[in-house]
Each structure stands twice: as C-alpha cells, then as structure tokens.
C-alpha cells in the first residue's frame, strides 16, 4: 500500500502547487482553494486514466444483455444440471467475447484509490512528529498547509464524528464541522444512488436473478451505507467521492448515448438469424390457417345449390 500512498500523495501535491501557484496563497468563504481544488483535480486525473477501463466495461454490459435470450435458453435447457450450465454460459461468454464480472472491474480499481487517499487525510494531524510528515514525499511545509487547510471553515481533515480534541487541535468549530459534513454526506448519498439509478434504468434491469440482485444492492445497499460510513471519512475523503459521483453523471450519459443499450432486449445478430421466421403463403398468412376476409368482402356459403 506505500505505493499507493506516494502515488496519490504525488498527485494531490502536484495539484495543490499548480493550483497555488495560479492562485497563491488567498482563501475565499473560509476555503483553501488550493487544496480542495487539487482533491477535486486528483479525481479528474484518476478518472481520465481509468477511461478507457469504462468503455471496455458498458461493451461488455452490452454484450452480456444481447446474450440474455440465449442465458435463458440455456438456464432453462439445463435448469437440473448445474455444472453443465456453467459450463456452456463460461463458453457462450468466450465465444461471444462477453466479460460479466467486467462491470465490477473500475469499482474494484478505484478502491486501493480511495483507500490511499483517505489514509493520507488521516495523517493529517497538527500533532504529527515531524519525522512522520515527510513521509509519502510530503514537506514540513506542505504537511502543515494541508492539515490546516479548510472548507467552508470546516478543515478537510475533519469528520462529522471528529472528538472535542480533535477539533481543538485543527482550531474548529465543533458545529460548523458537522454542519459542513453532514452537507457533503447528504451529497454524497444522493449522487451515489442518482449515478446508480441512472446507469440501470439506462441500461435496463437485469433478468438473470444474480444479476438483478447486484443491482438492487448497488441501488441501495451502498447508498444506505454511506451514510454510516460517511460519519467516520474526512471531509476531504467526501469531497473526493462526490466529485466522482458528478463526473460519474457525465460520464455515463455520454457512454449511454454512445454506446445505447439493446432495444427491447434484443438479442445478438447470431441468436436473431437463428430465430425461424414464420412461413407464409401467398396472401400473406400461415399455412395452416385460414386466410383472413378481405375487408369489404361478402360472405359466401360453402354449398351451392343443385340447378333444377
């Protein structure tokens, strides 16, 4: 995890003096720009980096809900024999070039992410030896600007759970921290379900039962648990998750026009040309079955009188 920390370090603080530089020193509304904007710039960057991770995860969302037709069929071919079923849907899934753990992949990729970050804010205390400052690249200087840097008065090394001590070694206000916190993880719990909902209604419920299951908890376990959690994460840490949750909206309804999901369910090209299409004669209708009347047309008995 050290590599992670520098890492994260580095891009923070190559923010924060970019920022700074262009800004200098001046705070506006009880903010240290600088520093928030490197937080907020520090998602840009990972997210720039993860993009074309996003865009190999919704193609393989599409390829998976093309397939559905063909994972029921299969489902209900060998609903007695489990290992077959896996078997052929491990094959289906090779053959068709379709990943559906692929959709868990930049999650699994931003948490060592967010785990760094909120490591790093944590280290963040006035009282810190002065040996323990400078590590993960970090300056005496540095150190002691961040520690001491604010939002909205509220340093972003504070958590709405933050103890009287705590508090009275950043220099804050007890209730303009929470005030400020319980804001941000408000925010945070309503961008995260929004980005959810809108990538599922956009991408339309899952059939596969598993599947569906998945997203009922994206919908609303992580959300509900986020307002726990989010008692407990620094500010900065929440600054963090909600610029990803907005860059997440913009994201998605972009890759969502670009890349729309099937209409109706519609299956893959193969499973539709596999589909036999209804044989019909020539007035248009099955064969089998009567022609439909012409509209206009009289009705004519079937028997004929004998001429006399």
Not at 180 to 189: I, P
């Given at each position: 995890?050290?590599v ?26 009880g ?35 093309a ?19 896996q ?17 868990f ?9 967010f ?73 945070m ?120």
């Amino acid at each position: 995890m050290s590599v992670i920390y520098h890492a994260i370090s580095a891009i923070l603080l190559f923010w924060h003096s970019a920022w700074q530089r262009l800004l200098g020193d001046a705070s506006a509304l009880g903010t240290d720009w600088s520093w928030v904007l490197g937080i907020v710039f520090l998602v840009l960057t990972v997210r720039v980096v993860l993009f074309p991770v996003f865009v190999r995860q919704i193609r393989s969302q599409r390829a998976v809900q093309a397939l559905q037709p063909r994972i029921a069929e299969l489902r209900t071919r060998h609903r007695d024999d489990r290992e077959t079923l896996q078997r052929e849907l491990v094959e289906l899934y090779r053959a068709e070039k379709a990943n559906p753990l692929m959709g868990f992949l930049p999650m699994v990729v931003q948490i060592p992410v967010f785990l760094g970050l909120l490591h790093v804010l944590r280290h963040l205390k006035p009282t810190m030896p002065e040996q323990l400052k400078t590590l993960y690249g970090w300056t005496v200087t540095q150190f002691d600007s961040a520690s001491s840097a604010t939002l909205f008065g509220a340093p972003i090394a504070g958590t709405f759970g933050s103890t009287g001590r705590d508090l009275a070694l950043l220099g804050a206000d007890g209730a303009t921290v929470r005030t400020v916190a319980a804001v941000l993880v408000a925010t945070m719990v309503v961008t995260t379900y929004l980005s959810s909902r809108q990538l599922i209604l956009r991408s339309g419920w899952a059939t596969d039962p598993p599947q569906r299951l998945v997203q009922r908890l994206m919908l609303y376990g992580i959300p509900a648990s986020l307002l726990v959690s989010g008692l407990i994460f620094p500010i900065g840490v929440i600054i963090y998750w909600v610029t990803t949750n907005l860059f997440s909206l913009g994201q998605q309804t972009w890759m969502l026009r670009r890349y729309p999901p099937p209409v109706n369910g519609a299956s893959s090209p193969e499973a539709r040309a596999d589909t036999p299409k209804a044989v019909t004669n020539g007035n248009g209708d099955e064969p089998g079955r009567p022609a439909a009347p012409k509209v206009g047309a009289k009705p004519t008995n079937r028997r004929r009188r004998r001429a006399t």
